[in-house]
């Protein structure tokens, strides 16, 4: 597995994601480990998983 630091988490510019929900979108990677943030644009891009700890 190839680790990679994104930049920005991914918004919505212009009709296409950029950081790492792009970066996921264009096959670069794969998954992304990250607490992205729940937001009505990225429900029908990504998948999200349950929470994995509790603070």
Known sequence: MNLSRGTTWGYLVN?????IIGDMLKGLIDFGAT????????LDAIEYT??????
């Open 50 to 55: 349950v929470q994995a700890w509790v603070a």
């Open 35 to 42: 607490p992205f943030q729940f937001k009505p644009e990225r």
């Open 15 to 19: 009709g296409t994601f950029n950081g």
